[in-house]
């Protein structure tokens, strides 16, 4: 079955450390996206790709970093500079512009 | 910034009423999405009009657009408790290389 994986699905951090986040998806898609997603709040953009070794920062990104290498992959690093990192962060992907996105089932990071 | 706000935030009906969530956006767009999240899971989608589109149907849902007003609709018709979820819509702007989310209309269906 094609999807996108998110891992882990919880994940806990002392603060002042780095921890990436994994998203893989085996779609083929070409679009790639992370949000942030904060409790009773809507979605935020992190950073989106369009092809592989291209990325843009979205509305949030201070504090975070992405690479994307290959074409299924397109993890985030949450870095000490985030100040607020403990939130809800989702993946998404489409072939496309102008497709609807599927995304992961999120990985929930908490940081003390 | 977010890009949708959604109205309600949230909604609270019971079983086999309809329920209408309203949805404005500032920018000009190419499309415009709605997606349902249950608790804790990942989006998924529902629906997709188009900026030349005024109406579209997909089962019990019915979307609108208004792109004068910048504005859209969704109406759920007949609702059931599975319906319960928070509903979202997103916005696909002219260069269709990101899309910004709302805050969400919390939709709760009583039984």
């Known amino acids: 079955d094609g999807g996108i994986t998110q891992s882990p699905k919880y994940l806990f951090r002392k603060e002042g450390q780095n921890v990436t986040l994994s998203c893989e998806q085996n779609?083929?898609?070409?679009?790639m996206y992370w949000y942030r997603q904060d409790p009773g709040q809507g979605l935020r953009l992190i950073y989106y790709s369009q092809i592989v070794n291209d990325f843009q920062k979205g509305d949030i990104a201070e504090g975070y970093s992405v690479s994307r290498e290959k074409k299924e992959s397109f993890p985030l690093t949450v870095t000490s500079a985030q100040k607020n990192p403990t939130a809800f962060y989702l993946c998404a992907s489409r072939p496309t512009g102008d497709s609807p996105l599927h995304f992961g089932n999120g990985t929930r990071l908490t940081v003390t | 910034s977010q890009q949708g706000e959604e109205d309600p935030q949230a909604l609270s009906i019971q079983e086999g009423e309809n329920a209408t969530m309203n949805c404005s956006y500032k920018t000009s767009i190419n499309n415009l999405q709605w997606y349902r999240q249950n608790s804790g899971r990942g989006l998924v989608h529902l629906i997709l009009?188009?900026?030349?589109?005024r109406e579209k149907h997909s089962g019990r849902l019915r979307v609108t657009l208004d792109t004068s007003k910048k504005s859209s609709s969704l109406l759920i018709t007949a609702s059931r408790a599975a319906d319960t979820a928070s509903y979202f819509c997103a916005t696909d702007g002219l260069d269709n290389n990101d899309m910004r989310f709302g805050a969400g209309t919390r939709l709760t269906v009583k039984p």
């Open positions: 779609l083929n898609h070409d679009a």
């Open positions: 009009i188009r900026s030349n589109e």
